[in-house]
């Protein structure tokens, strides 16, 4: 009789390659297991160390290339702004161009004062009707600044606050002190300015150099929030002291991305903001210290030139009162291995719309670019409708002028052609087309066009009396 446990090859005769190969299966799953156990841990030590300490930053070093030895990651999507795209109602494409002595770029961006013959009326007798072009990515801040036709005009040493790197040129200009160094600068002419400026805008001028922290380093900036908040009730505020670290994500862009003014002969920037951050409170303020940036040369009155107000009308929008930073939207962060990385190739959201904008907005990419691009779109017409309006009011000063009639007569119309020309060129030299705030941005082209139009009433009627809107209330800060 067989044992059928046995005979035929039946199980216990293979038992010790059962055992055996339980033990394999046991030993590759231990190694498996051991080896994610290290992986993860090796990923969690990653994530905790950001850098690699390579060499030791302090404030001497403007080169953003040596402080990419120690964050590699964030200094690759820097390095990225030289990019040059257009999207439907912004940016820039390269153009080219035959380098000269004067001018060695070989790529500029589009003319903005060529493709719309208005902007030189508007900007008549001003540098900006000579020279006036797409801004281009970080990059070349430095040197579309230096070769700018506007430099003609002889511009101050001041421009470079938000032209390029300035923290260790204002600390030796300073003797350490950076606000000194500042000072210094911004009395010296242009071009000795640049002699003492080697960088475009780097990492140094919104990090310190030991704790990486965010960090506020133009003077200006830091008086204007101070004078701000002092507005507010709140006295003796320091951004670098009291700012939240989300505020600092758009105070660090807010440092340059603004309207503001060269103060006295001294030539010191100041931010128009004693009386909050909207057209009106700059306007008022310019009024008050009876501030002109030019003659216009066809009207005879004294106006305004609007320079880059995002961090006003932003802070008029929706994403602000959100706790929406700059940063989140235009350095979107991005996965690098474990890490969480912000993503230092700054550049329009709508290039960038899944990290950008699908974070929060869970829409399809093509109704958010649609959503986005309808808002620029219905913007960028009643710009045109205020701009038109505008001109037409310059041109009749002119002959009014040409014709003889009195300042003393020209006095009401060339006031409401200041304010009107100061409303539409805020939103003009604004680079959202409208987006930051689109409600507050079609308010103010509305009162321009409508000042514009008063204007108008005012030369043909010399008994007419303006209407002024009044500043709205809480709902603008």
């Not at 912004?90 to 035959?98: C, Q, V």
């Not at 994500?249 to 931010?271: M, N």
């Not at 700059?282 to 002109?292: H, K, Q, R, T, W």
């Not at 710009?383 to 002119?398: C, H, I």
């Amino acid at each position: 009789m067989t044992d059928s446990s046995t005979a035929g090859g039946g199980p216990r005769s293979h038992g010790p390659r059962w055992f055996l190969g339980l033990t394999a299966v046991a030993v590759v799953a231990s190694v498996a297991v051991l080896a994610l156990l290290v992986n993860i841990f090796e990923r969690r030590q990653e994530a905790r160390e950001p850098a690699t300490r390579v060499v030791e930053l302090n404030d001497t070093i403007d080169d953003p290339s040596v402080w990419g030895l120690n964050y590699p990651d964030q200094f690759d999507s820097f390095v990225r702004t030289v990019d040059q795209v257009r999207t439907r109602y912004g940016g820039s494409e390269a153009f080219p161009r035959t380098p000269t002595d004067a001018d060695p770029r070989t790529f500029v961006s589009r003319s903005k004062i060529e493709e719309d013959e208005r902007l030189k009326t508007m900007w008549a007798g001003y540098g900006f009707s000579k020279d006036f072009r797409e801004e281009r990515g970080h990059a070349y801040m430095l040197e579309d600044q230096t070769f700018t036709g506007r430099q003609a005009s002889g511009q101050p040493g001041t421009c470079a606050n938000c032209h390029a790197s300035t923290v260790t040129a204002w600390l030796e200009l300073g003797d350490g002190d950076l606000t000194r160094g500042f000072e210094v600068m911004n009395q010296m002419p242009y071009m000795e300015a640049r002699t003492h400026l080697d960088q475009a805008v780097a990492c140094i001028d919104c990090h310190d150099a030991e704790t990486m922290e965010l960090r506020v380093t133009r003077p200006a900036f830091i008086e204007g929030m101070a004078a701000y908040m002092a507005g507010r009730g709140v006295a003796d505020y320091d951004v670098n002291r009291d700012a939240t670290r989300q505020e600092m994500r758009s105070y660090v862009c807010g440092q340059c991305h603004v309207e503001y003014h060269f103060r006295g002969a001294e030539k010191r920037l100041t931010y128009p903001w004693e009386s909050g951050l909207t057209v009106e409170a700059a306007y008022d303020y310019y009024e008050g210290i009876g501030f002109s940036d030019w003659t216009h040369a066809e009207t005879g009155g004294g106006v305004l030139k609007a320079q880059h107000p995002e961090f006003e009308l932003w802070s008029q929008g929706i994403h602000a009162r959100a706790d929406v930073s700059c940063a989140d939207c235009h350095m979107p962060y991005q996965r690098v291995g474990a890490r969480k990385v912000t993503n230092h190739h700054v550049q329009s959201p709508l290039l960038n719309v899944a990290a950008a904008c699908q974070s929060c907005h869970n829409v399809a990419e093509a109704e958010i670019l649609a959503r986005a691009e309808n808002v620029q779109g219905l913007t960028y017409r009643l710009r045109n409708q205020a701009m038109d309006a505008v001109v037409e009011l310059t041109e009749e000063l002119r002959e009014a002028r040409e014709a003889g009639v009195s300042d003393e007569r020209l006095a009401l119309a060339r006031e409401l052609h200041r304010r009107a020309l100061f409303y539409v060129d805020y939103v003009e030299a604004e680079n959202s087309t409208g987006f930051h705030a689109p409600q507050e941005a079609a308010r103010i082209l509305g009162e321009s066009l409508d000042y514009a139009r008063q204007g108008q009433l005012a030369l043909r009627d010399a008994d007419y009396r303006p209407k002024i809107a009044a500043r709205p209330d809480g709902a603008q800060r």
